[in-house]
Each structure stands twice: as structure tokens, then as C-alpha cells.
């Protein structure tokens, strides 16, 4: 069992940047695959970032040059800079866990065992 926790909400004018943290609980965080979901107004969830276990990253195409994601073990923490950003990011942003042997990403929501609570990023015109 892990219990995820984003921080790092907050109102940014577009072309700023925000940094996103996801931290979690327990030991075994290197052995989880992790990954950011947003949620917009109306719209259904989807998929922005994803983490293997040894560092491989996966990028929605929206994102892509824009947003970086890593982890640190040590801290169990999992972080998403967001630079770049337009009003179309405004969204709830979610981090998610997925405990695996393999050291894949995982782009689809069902593959995923553990969600946080969400944070709220929303960028203005």
C-alpha cells in the first residue's frame, strides 16, 4: 500500500512555469512506476507524464518540450515541471503509482494501482 500526496498548486500567467511534487509513503517507492494525469473542466482524465522505475520517460504529445518529469528514490518524491504553460493546461493534476516488476511506463489510467487527491493548476491568459 503507498499513499501518494501532490503539493505545488497554484495560478500562473501563460508562458510561466510551475513545478508539481508527488510524494509517497512507504519503502518500496523505487519499485513503483509513476505517472501525471490532469482532469480539465468538462473533460475527461488523461495522461501527461508517465516514469519507469530506472528513469525511462514517456510524454503526452501536448506536453512534449514543455514538461519534464523525474523522481527521486531516495525522497520518494516524483516531480513534474511544467514550463511553457498555456491556459489549455489548467486542469486537477493527479500522480499515480503502479507496483511492477518491469521497468516500463504506463500511459493508460487502468494500469494504475495508487492515485493522490489531485492539485489544481490553472493558467491565465
Known amino acids: 500500500q503507498v499513499q501518494l500526496v501532490e503539493s505545488g498548486r497554484g495560478v500562473v500567467q501563460a508562458g510561466g512555469s510551475l513545478r508539481l511534487s508527488c510524494a509517497a509513503s512507504?519503502?518500496?517507492?523505487?519499485?513503483?512506476?509513476m505517472g501525471w494525469f490532469r482532469q480539465a473542466p468538462g473533460k475527461e482524465r488523461e495522461f501527461v507524464a508517465a516514469i519507469s522505475r530506472t528513469g525511462i520517460t514517456d510524454y503526452a504529445d501536448s506536453v512534449k518540450g514543455r514538461f519534464t518529469i523525474s523522481r527521486d528514490n531516495a525522497k520518494r518524491t516524483m516531480y513534474l515541471q511544467m514550463n511553457s504553460l498555456n491556459p489549455e493546461d489548467t486542469a486537477v493534476y493527479f500522480c499515480?503509482?503502479?507496483?511492477?516488476?518491469?521497468?516500463?511506463?504506463?500511459?493508460?489510467?487502468?494500469?494504475?494501482?495508487?492515485w493522490g487527491q489531485g492539485t489544481q493548476v490553472t493558467v491565465s491568459s
Open positions: 512507504g519503502r518500496t517507492f523505487s519499485t513503483y512506476a
Open positions: 499515480a503509482a503502479k507496483n511492477t516488476v518491469y521497468f516500463l511506463t504506463y500511459t493508460s489510467q487502468k494500469e494504475y494501482d495508487y
